[in-house]
């Protein structure tokens, strides 16, 4: 009788899922696209970090390829990114009694432009921006710039994907 019960069960929820038209656990919607084309974000910031550009660029299209099934493509794809790295600073965030930074903060800004050739009205320029802190007792060299990288890097390529993709 259970065994009944869980057959149905799969059978009711994959009609419902089949149903309902292709549905994207990501949230992100291609639409009629195959490929995805990712150029390469050239650092144009004042202050240059030299591991910066391939990071970003390689976390960017491993992203779209883990939650697409879109095919990267070198040239000519149906969505296309390029963009530049605009910005890179260190900057103080809290003073001590000495007059001193406790606390310094990272922030990288990376300009986006999306081309969508199958849907022109949803291209778009942005700036994307994100932060990591970290003590000012610190140096910004090893794995306190890994895991400030990490975090940067991983909210900034989730809001592109969000913006061009998922639409929010």
Do not use: H
């Not at 990272?106 to 802190?133: G, P, Q």
């Amino acid at each position: 009788m259970k065994k009944i019960f869980y057959i149905t069960l799969f059978y009711i929820s994959s009609l419902l899922l089949i149903s309902c038209g292709a549905y994207s656990f990501t949230g992100g919607n291609t639409g009629d696209s195959k490929t995805i084309q990712i150029d390469f974000f050239p650092n144009q910031a004042p202050l240059v970090e030299p591991v910066l550009t391939q990071r970003f660029t390689n976390d960017l299209q491993d992203l779209f390829t883990r939650q697409t099934n879109l095919t990267l493509t070198s040239s000519n794809g149906d969505l296309q990114f390029n963009g530049e790295i605009t910005g890179y600073r260190v900057t103080p965030m809290s003073g001590t009694a000495a007059q001193t930074a406790a606390q310094n903060r990272l922030t990288v800004t990376i300009n986006v432009r999306f081309v969508n050739k199958l849907k022109e009205e949803d291209d778009f320029e942005k700036s994307f921006s994100f932060y990591s802190d970290f003590g000012a007792n610190s140096q910004l060299t090893g794995s306190i710039l890994e895991n400030a990288l990490d975090e940067i890097i991983e909210r900034i390529t989730q809001d592109v994907f969000n913006a061009s993709v998922a639409k929010w």
